[in-house]
């Protein structure tokens, strides 16, 4: 492989250029805006539209093997790249991980639990759905949803009055409300060959429906990383899965998993293995794609990684500061609230 497509041009884009280049193989980012973060370090841009058919065309003429760095490519693109050229995650993946609905079924299909789940299209059925699940549960659109938004959590007693028409009247999940104790996510790969390679679980916290922190090592025992391996495992195979994969879940206060959500590319929360371990989750995602053997994903160091949102990059001095901070930023120009300008992560 010389070349590999990437559709979608934001940091993790940026990041998947980054590893490429280490190996010597060239990318080209298919992205509607024009100096977008991974434009910054691709060797070409293609400034068009995911869908656009000629984009998609040209695109598949320039690469050997064609990947994506967020989940919402149009299925029937990939589909139809598919009969010309090797799309790595699959467009299985893409259609199962971009509708809650399917992906919680899918999950349970191949054995993974999830939170209880109901189907939502009407007021009515939210009305229903929250009375099965004891008036507790969590509102989502079942797709395009990202960093909590397109959310709404019913708590005992919550009026559920309009709540269909206040997420948009579209397509919605409720789920039961789980009460964790933590939540973690593992990130893992897997080759053509069914070669797989999973990093530790990382302990995630959110702030304001964002991530914020990753620690490693998370606060659970060994069986539970491994329940995590596995079910990371079940879902790849199932799959036929080329790729990184990032996989959420619930851990209960008994050390049992609860799967909350898959993104078939890399993950917000396996930034830190670029710090911490030998091979990040970039190099191994692009050594997948490119059919060439994956990485060791064993961690030499502890760390906690931080996102930089918003107002957070005007901490980047004390950050530099640290001896000990690997600093990455994503060459974005304008702070706004909630925009994702870069991550550190502390090595311990
Ligand atoms: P991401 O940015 O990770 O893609 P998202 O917008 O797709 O996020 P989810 O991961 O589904 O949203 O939910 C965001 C957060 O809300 C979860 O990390 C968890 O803290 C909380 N949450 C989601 N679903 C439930 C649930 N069923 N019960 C309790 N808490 C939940
Ligand atoms: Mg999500
Ligand atoms: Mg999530």
Redesign the pocket.
Known sequence: VQTIGIIGGGQLGRMLAMAAAKLGIKTIVLEPQADCPAAQVANQQIVADYADPAALEALAAQCDVITYEFENVPVEAATALERTIAVYPPAKALEVSQDRLLEKQFLNASGIST?PFRAVDSQADLEAALAEFGGQG?L?TRRF?????G?RVYRKGDDANGGYAALGSVPLIL????A?ER?ISIIAARTKDDDIACYDPAENV?RD???HTSTLPAHISAQTAEMARQAAAKLLSGMNYVGVVGI?FFLMADGTLIA??M?PRVHNSGHWTEAACVISQFEQHIRAVAGLPLGATNRHSDCIMTNLIGDDIDALSDWLAKRNVVVHLYGKAEARPGRKMGHVTELF
């Not at 789920?175 to 789980?178: A, C, D, L, S, T």
Request: hydrophobic share 35%; charged share 30%.
């Open positions: 939170a969590v989502k949803g990202y960093d909590g938004k959310q789920e039961g409300f789980i964790f939540e959110h429906g964002i991530l959420e909350n959500e993104a």
